[in-house]
């Protein structure tokens, strides 16, 4: 069985920052891509960021140029650094992991998600 715990949310003011981790703990043998999504209320979950093991990353083109996604292999660690945050980007976010399990199959797992709220 796989874990991932995210931590790192909060309040934080328009303009500010917050740094999002997501620790993979249990049987694990290889992570192959990680990613962030989000949920506002009353919206659909939307991806934000996705990064290979390679460290190829993909965002969406609301976060650009103000989130950056990473990640530490030796930890089975993701990250995500928020900057310039908006109210828009007030939601619970979630972190997801294709993970190479004992069977020698890849499983999706979610963590448990982190409210990130930017108010004044």
């Known amino acids: 069985q796989v874990q991932l715990a995210e931590s790192g949310g909060g309040l934080v003011q328009p303009g500010g920052s917050l740094r999002l981790s997501c620790a993979a703990s249990?049987?694990?043998?290889?992570?192959?891509?990680m990613a962030w999504f989000r949920q506002a209320p009353g919206k659909e979950r939307e991806l934000v960021a996705t990064i290979t093991s390679g460290g190829r990353t993909n965002y969406a083109d609301s976060v650009k140029g103000r989130f950056t996604i990473s990640r530490d292999n030796a930890k089975n660690t993701l990250y995500l650094q928020m900057n310039s945050l908006k109210p828009e980007d007030t939601a619970v976010y979630y972190c997801?992991?294709?993970?190479?399990?004992?069977?020698?199959?890849?499983?999706?797992?979610w963590g448990q998600g982190t409210q990130v709220t930017v108010s004044s």
């Open positions: 249990g049987s694990i043998l290889n992570i192959n891509k």
């Open positions: 997801k992991a294709d993970v190479l399990s004992a069977d020698n199959l890849y499983y999706v797992y």
